[in-house]
């Protein structure tokens, strides 16, 4: 199994010959995440690793988005630490985070299971990380605009302000990151693999040599994470 680059790479983080590890290129992300799940695994206190990106335009436009790269349809659980672990991701990249839970719902505009889960997700959310600038559920607009915000939710904190968005299941983070890049010119940095004892990224495959140094320093970077 070790004769496996991605296997290879992740024993070397694993055992401190390295501080991180950048695959993908020439990997799916299974094939990349795989070895990181079974040897480094996640940190204690989060079950599950996510995948986030910081989306940049210009050189003082930035937002992070997750999950856009592991998780099909989270819990409220698993979705409550996604945000918690994106606020911290967030923080690497000079973001204060001000964290919207999104769904096609504000503030019980609309019934559905769908906005259950992410209701309860930031319920738990708020319990587990107290002081975090955290609320939801937000539609986007209502998340970003703040004149909406008004309309919409006039109470809180983060609507209208927020720059860290977690979306509900992987389908609308994947089409919501790629719709921001290549209609709104963002740069897409990432995926970050969020939550492991160690880092570990994963590049799109066929990604060029900036993403490639990119991703690099955001790995190095995550070793500041407490």
Do not use: C, W
């Amino acid at each position: 199994m070790v004769k496996d680059p991605n296997y290879f790479g992740t024993m070397l983080v694993y055992m401190g010959k390295a501080d991180g590890m950048v695959s993908g290129a020439v990997h799916s992300t299974a094939d990349t995440v795989r070895p990181a799940l079974q040897i480094i695994k996640t940190r204690p206190g989060v079950s599950r690793t996510s995948g986030a990106f910081i989306m940049q335009r210009g050189r003082d436009e930035r937002y992070l988005f997750a999950d856009n790269a592991i998780n099909i349809d989270p819990d409220a659980q698993t979705l409550a630490e996604i945000a918690i672990e994106s606020a911290k991701t967030a923080k690497l990249f000079d973001i204060d985070p001000k964290v919207a839970m999104l769904s096609f719902s504000t503030k019980g505009s609309a019934k559905a299971p769908q906005v259950d889960k992410v209701v309860e997700a930031t319920a738990l959310a708020h319990q587990q990380a107290p002081d975090l600038a955290l609320d939801g559920e937000l539609q986007f607009d209502a998340a970003f605009v703040p004149t909406v915000a008004k309309l919409k939710a006039p109470d809180s904190k983060v609507a209208g302000n927020a720059n860290v968005f977690i979306f509900p299941d992987l389908q609308s983070g994947n089409i919501g990151y790629k719709i921001a890049q290549r209609l709104g010119n963002f740069e897409a940095i990432g995926p970050i693999l969020q939550g492991l004892n160690k880092p570990v990224s994963d590049l799109s495959r066929g990604a060029n040599e900036e993403d490639v140094y990119k991703v690099a320093l955001i790995t190095a970077a995550q070793n500041l994470i407490d």
